[in-house]
C-alpha cells in the first residue's frame, strides 16, 4: 500500500481556516485520497475523498496537487467540534481496507 | 437506520477467557472490517469481509477469528484473551467501489487483566 506522510500535530485558533496537509509521493494513479477523522472517544468518520480534482463539501474541501504527490484538507472555519486526529489514506483501485496511518492531531483554540 | 452497531461498549476480560465482540450494519453493505486501536495510536485492520462466507487476514490477525454467515453480522472471537489484546475495537462497513464512504461503530473498550 502507497504511504502518506501527515505531520504529528497542528494547532489553530476558532473561525480561522486550517490546512492540514498530507504528502503521497508514492501514490499511483488509480489511488484514491480519502480523509477521516476521529474525534475524541469516537470512532472514525468519513471527511471527503477524491482522485485527481478538487472536491468541496459540507465539512470541507480537499486540495489535490496536479502530479498528485500531495494533497490539503481545508476546514475553511475551524470551531471547537473539529478539534480531532485526522487521517489522509490512499485506497487502491482493487477497492481494499482502509489503512490508517497515525494522522495528525488537531487542536483548535477559542 | 442505525448504521455500525457495536456490543458491548466495555468488557472486562481476565487472562485465558474468551469472547465475542458483536458487530453488526443495516446497510446492505459487502464489505466489513474489524479494527483495533491502542491508545495514542493509528486503527490496524485484524480481519475483514468482502462478502458473506468470505474473510481476509489484515494486518494483526494472531489471536482472533472472524467468521460472516450474513451479510449484516461480523462477529470478532477473541480466544485465550491476553493483556496484548487491551485495546478499542471498531468496526465498519462499506460499499466494494473504490472511493466510496466507510462506516465505523462506536467502538468496544476492552480491558484483559
Known amino acids: 500500500d502507497a504511504k502518506t506522510t501527515q505531520p504529528n500535530s497542528m494547532e489553530s485558533n476558532e473561525e480561522e481556516p486550517v490546512h492540514l496537509p498530507c504528502n503521497h509521493s508514492?501514490?499511483?494513479?488509480?489511488?484514491?485520497i480519502h480523509w477521516y477523522r476521529q474525534l475524541p472517544s469516537q470512532g472514525p468518520e468519513y471527511v471527503i475523498h477524491?482522485?485527481?480534482s478538487n472536491v468541496n463539501n459540507r465539512m470541507a474541501s480537499l486540495a489535490i496537487a496536479e502530479d498528485r504527490k500531495s494533497s490539503t484538507l481545508i476546514l475553511h472555519r475551524a470551531t471547537l467540534r473539529d478539534a480531532a486526529v485526522y487521517y489522509c489514506?490512499?485506497?487502491?483501485?482493487?477497492?481494499?481496507?482502509?489503512?490508517f496511518g497515525k494522522g495528525t492531531t488537531l487542536s483548535v483554540s477559542s | 437506520n442505525a448504521g455500525v452497531t457495536q456490543t458491548p461498549k466495555f468488557r472486562i476480560l481476565k487472562i485465558g477467557q474468551s469472547m465475542t465482540l458483536q458487530c453488526a450494519q443495516d446497510?446492505?453493505?459487502?464489505?466489513m472490517y474489524w479494527y483495533r486501536q491502542d491508545p495514542g495510536m493509528g486503527l490496524k485492520l485484524i480481519y475483514y469481509?468482502?462478502?458473506?462466507?468470505?474473510?481476509d487476514k489484515g494486518e494483526v490477525p494472531n489471536g482472533y477469528n472472524v467468521s460472516r454467515s450474513t451479510t449484516e453480522d461480523f462477529p470478532l472471537r477473541l480466544e485465550l484473551a491476553a493483556p496484548s489484546q487491551t485495546s478499542v475495537y471498531f468496526c465498519?462497513?462499506?460499499?466494494?467501489?473504490?472511493?466510496?464512504?466507510?462506516?465505523f461503530g462506536q467502538g468496544t473498550r476492552l480491558t484483559v487483566v
Open positions: 465498519a462497513s462499506s460499499f466494494p467501489s473504490t472511493g466510496t464512504e466507510a462506516f
Open positions: 446497510m446492505n453493505h459487502n464489505y
Open positions: 469481509s468482502v462478502g458473506a462466507g468470505i474473510t
Open positions: 508514492t501514490i499511483s494513479g488509480t489511488d484514491y
Open positions: 489514506i490512499l485506497q487502491n483501485q482493487a477497492g481494499t481496507a482502509l489503512i
Open positions: 477524491g482522485l485527481t
